[in-house]
């Protein structure tokens, strides 16, 4: 699994207007809605459910990273949403510091393995230096999409 096939490409927020947590959840689930990788019924119904499981724990990581998400029985096809801040977002994450890149995954209720994969490769590219800092500086979609294509094809140092 890779990346570029989890990330809706219509769905990445080179510079999130939201300042706070719920905000950024909001913004990144009404990216998914625009580019049609998850339904507009839903719209409402996932912005809570992730705020609801960021109220039992957060989900920002540390080290300038979030990955809220949720599965949902009526998502057919995982899918999720990039959004960078430039100024650091409260997040009530685990290092106390500031989150400025967040990767929003949302998936089908009927597929935990294929979630688990999807955190599996978010994570794993999130724990390199290398990727982070690089995602940090991304400023347009283009460079996120160049970000995650290279991350797909090589392993980047970390």
């Known amino acids: 699994m890779k990346l570029t096939q989890i990330v809706a490409s219509g769905a ?3 510079s999130l207007k939201a300042q706070h947590r719920d905000d950024v959840v909001k913004e990144l689930v009404a990216g998914l809605v625009a580019c049609e990788a998850v339904p507009a019924a839903l719209q409402g119904e996932l912005i809570t459910r992730v705020l609801d499981r960021e109220r039992r724990g957060s989900t920002g990581f540390g080290r300038g990273v979030a990955v809220p998400h949720v599965k949902h029985p009526g998502i057919k096809k995982m899918c999720a949403a990039v959004g960078l801040s430039q100024t650091g977002i409260e997040f009530n994450s ?13 998936s089908p209720e009927d597929r935990p393995e294929h979630h688990l994969q999807a955190m599996e490769v978010i994570f794993k590219n999130l724990s390199k230096d290398t990727f982070r800092k690089f995602l940090r500086q991304a400023s347009t979609l283009e460079e996120v ?14």
């Open 12 to 14: 990445i927020v080179p």
């Open 145 to 158: 999409q160049v970000l995650l294509d290279e991350a797909d094809s090589t392993s980047m140092g970390g």
């Open 94 to 106: 685990l290092d106390k510091q500031p989150v400025y890149s967040v990767f929003l995954l949302v």
